[in-house]
Structures are given as C-alpha cells and as structure tokens.
C-alpha cells in the first residue's frame, strides 16, 4: 500500500503559529488599551470617566436605587470613595485592600464617611459593617476570586439588616453582547468576568430575591453590565 505524502506537520504547525499570534496581539492591545491607562497609578475614578462607566453606574441607582438620609451604606471595594459623589447625605463606610485608594478617599471624603483599609475576612470590618441598611458592589467583584467573592457575599449576609438591599453592577457576558464589547471584556484586568447565569445562580444562593437589569452597550468600551439589587438575605 502506497503512502501518499501529508502536510498535517506543516498545517499544525501553521495553526500554531496563528495561535500564538493571535495572543499575541490580545496582550498587545491589553496592554495598550489598559495598561497605559494605569500609568503613573491613576486612580480608580479618573479610570471609570473615561472609559464613561461612572455615567451609567450613576444612571443606574438614581433611577433604581433609593436611599433614606441616615442610611447605612457600606461600599464593598470602595476604591478611591467616588460612590459618594452620587450618594445622598449617609451613613457610610468603606473598605478597600488597596492603602493607596484609601489614602486618596480619606483625603478627599474624610468628612463624609468612613475608611477602612482591609477586606471582607477583616474582623475590623465586619464589625463596622453591621446594621447596614444597603452594600454596594459597583465594578469590583470580577477584580477578585471566587474565594474573595464568597467573602463579600458572606459579610453582606450577615451585616445587612433583614429589610437590606445588595447593590451589584458588573461586566458580565450573555447571549445579546456587542461584538466589540464581548472583545474588551475579554481583555478586562479583571480575569474572573462570568456569564450572567452564573452571577445570577451566585446571587440567588445569598439572596432570596434578585432583580436584575441587564443594561448594554455600556461605557466607551461596549460592554455588557449586569446590574441588580438583590433583598432577603439568606439564613448563614
């Protein structure tokens, strides 16, 4: 039997090269269309008006989201503080990993809130944070690990009051996303973007009651967001 010659060696290896261009040029545009923006450590606020996000996050809780004067709101990876540009006369808190961000937040919203550099597994902050009348949750979570998320989750079961509301605005992928936008959330520094279903089935185990607003295209960058208020926290 005859063989004839093949040139599966030469077409695997073609693909491979295209692969390997392919991400090359993911982490290319990564890095130009994210990583300078980081320079010089920008801080999180000047980031989010660029790119447009602040606009609709605003958009988004005046239209949905009401808040009583005196409430108590904690803000779950409050970054630099900017949810108080927004927010009406409260009671807030805040807490954050990043000792930059809250240096910058206190210096710039000391007399309006609360600042506490730590995260969800800090006894600190779990002590700050009961009684809350509302967490907020706008733009973080899928900077962190499922473990961290579980975390947050968790605190705000347990600090919220039986009446409390969860705020959470995040980038999600589904079924309708804008082409561009399914691109650059594919390139977000945030590496742990899920799909809405997902988002959803978490919350529902938190949260007996999940009001979603799926809301797109979103920001400069087209992206899908997910955003929801959940209320009943569950039983820990």
């Not at 989750?153 to 079924?175: H, M, T």
């Not at 973007?193 to 979603?212: C, G, M, N, P, Y």
Request: aromatic share 12%; charged share 25%; proline share 5%.
């Amino acid at each position: 039997m005859s063989c004839e010659p093949t040139n599966m060696g030469q077409d695997w290896r073609a693909r491979r090269s295209r692969s390997f261009g392919k991400r090359c040029a993911e982490v290319e545009l990564r890095c130009v269309v994210y990583t300078r923006i980081h320079a010089a450590q920008v801080d999180d606020a000047l980031l989010q008006r660029f790119v447009g996000a602040d606009r609709d996050r605003v958009a988004f809780v005046r239209a949905h989201v009401v808040f009583r004067p005196g409430d108590k709101i904690v803000d779950a990876g409050c970054g630099t503080g900017s949810a108080l540009e927004f927010l009406p006369p409260v009671t807030y808190f805040g807490f954050d990993p990043n000792p930059d961000y809250i240096r910058l937040a206190q210096s710039r919203y000391a007399s309006r809130g609360r600042f506490l550099c730590g995260d969800a597994h800090s006894p600190r902050v779990r002590e700050l944070a009961q009684g809350a009348h509302a967490f907020l949750s706008l733009g973080v979570l899928h900077h962190l690990t499922d473990i961290q998320i579980s975390e947050i989750f968790s605190l705000a079961r347990a600090c919220l009051r039986p009446e409390g509301r969860f705020i959470f605005y995040k980038p999600c992928f589904s079924a309708d996303d804008d082409l561009l936008g399914r691109i650059f959330m594919k390139l977000d520094r945030g590496g742990n973007i899920k799909t809405d279903q997902a988002w959803r089935a978490l919350l529902s185990e938190h949260f007996s009651i999940v009001d979603e607003y799926i809301r797109r295209p979103v920001y400069w960058f087209r992206y899908t967001i997910q955003a929801v208020i959940c209320r009943g926290p569950r039983e820990l």
